[in-house]
């Protein structure tokens, strides 16, 4: 990066920063239009090379916004700065809308069912202040195209306790980047940019922006393209596919992995917060439960019968004529660039935000840098990512930040945003064409 460039966007990143406590104080409603008014000029160019606008947006928010825990004021602090950007890119506020959404509207969807305990122990582990009415909120930007079928391009902004470079400001930048890149694109589909809140405890942003659209919204859809933690490893796999399997019961690989993971969470929140403190927390006390072997027992059985998300493990990546136009596209940008950007189709089982539109028969896409190749390519092994090491360099660790991140790996960032830029580009340009 240029180091005027660096300089002029960093000044002025700094400078929004300021703004948003400001913004954020004047009024109960900070999103309201008069709030947004003095827009300060933009530190995008298109002149700059695919990944360099996005790599700011990294190294910006890793160093400002961190610790965006959901349903805090930080996370909503980050969403401000969203809009401030956009509206800096020259987007008009008509553009932009604003969807606010509390944990009680969609915490059915909750795998674990226990989002919000989470949220309230990040918050006190990162000294954060939790918004009393529990609520987070999605933006959501509109690029007309010519048809009004839309593509939805997504990725959420909060975050572990942690900076969140990789997970997941390297989406947000992504997206960022490409919003300033098409504003005056001759895209044939209607873009549709969703930065999700409240990821990191259940998907829920997701899940309450796809409850918001109606059926012929929702049939309009040509597919969802989601972005996260595309800078943690070297690999860089997009995984473009339609998902089909069977009925509802859950894979029983699926299951020993979820009863791990709800006791290793349950432990870890016992330790921190004690036997008598965890019991009211999950709303289980005067039950008569004595001990914590015994709580624990309780809540593996019951999230271990129903965990939505566990059925994946047993779909199959359907390929489609719009999957192989991607392919195309993915394979030119290796060619001219010498990148090796890698098809994965089972990589839509991911557990990310596009899972919500998978779930729901949409076409999704996937972009994420792996940490390493996957041994085998399985769903079960794209379901359980971070536990079998393809994405564990940085997620949801205390190094997930631009510094350390740019000294252990030096040269990925700008190397995977450039590639993820370039491919994104060549998807939205592209003409899909209805199977």
Not at 68 to 83: L, S
Not at 275 to 291: K, R, T, W
Not at 308 to 333: F, G, N, R, S
Request: proline content about 3%.
């Amino acid at each position: 990066m240029k180091k005027s460039f660096f300089k002029k966007a960093t000044s002025v990143l700094l400078a929004t920063a300021m703004m948003v406590s400001t913004v954020t104080g004047v009024s109960a409603n900070p999103w309201e239009r008069e709030n947004f008014t003095d827009v300060r000029e933009s530190a995008f160019s298109s002149d700059l090379p695919h990944g360099q606008m996005g790599l700011s947006v990294v190294e910006f928010m890793s160093d400002h916004l961190y610790f965006r825990t959901p349903f805090t004021y930080r996370e909503k602090e980050a969403a401000v700065w969203i809009v401030e950007e956009l509206l800096a890119m020259g987007f008009d506020w008509d553009d932009i809308k604003v969807q606010e959404f509390t944990y009680d509207d969609v915490s059915w969807f909750n795998i674990f069912d226990f989002g919000w305990e989470l949220a309230e122990q990040w918050a006190e582990q990162g000294d954060l202040q939790l918004r009393q009415n529990r609520m987070s909120q999605n933006i959501i930007l509109t690029i007309p195209g010519q048809s009004d079928d839309f593509i939805v391009v997504g990725a959420h902004y909060d975050t572990y306790l942690s900076a969140g470079a990789s997970d997941n400001a390297s989406g947000v930048g992504l997206l960022l980047e490409s919003a300033y890149r098409m504003r005056y694109a001759d895209n044939y589909h209607t873009i549709v940019y969703v930065f999700f809140g409240a990821e990191e405890v259940g998907l829920l942003g997701a899940r309450y922006y796809y409850d918001s659209l109606t059926q012929q919204e929702r049939d309009h859809i040509v597919m969802m393209i989601n972005a996260d933690g595309v800078i943690d490893g070297p690999y860089l796999m997009y995984a473009a596919a339609i998902g089909a399997g069977p009925g509802l019961e859950a894979h029983p690989f699926v299951v020993e992995a979820i009863v791990s993971e709800v006791t290793a969470q349950l432990e870890m929140m016992l330790e921190q917060m004690g036997f008598e403190a965890l019991l009211e927390a999950v709303e289980m006390d005067g039950m008569g439960i004595e001990s914590a072997e015994q709580l624990i027992e309780m809540i593996v059985t019951q999230n271990s019968n129903l965990p939505p998300v566990a059925v994946l493990a047993m779909w199959e990546a359907i390929a489609t004529p719009a999957t192989k136009q991607i392919d195309t596209i993915a394979d030119a940008i290796n060619e001219q660039n010498d990148f090796t950007l890698l098809g994965m189709p089972n990589g839509i089982i991911y557990p990310t935000d596009q899972l919500v539109f998978l779930m729901e028969g949409h076409m999704v896409v996937t972009l994420a840098g792996l940490s390493r190749m996957p041994e085998t390519g399985s769903s079960e092994e794209f379901l359980l990512a971070r536990d079998n090491g393809i994405v564990s360099h940085f997620l949801h660790t205390p190094y997930d930040e631009f510094s350390y991140i740019s000294y252990f790996s030096p040269g990925m960032m700008e190397a995977n945003l450039q590639a993820f830029s370039l491919l994104l580009e060549g998807i939205l340009l592209e003409r899909f064409i209805a199977d």
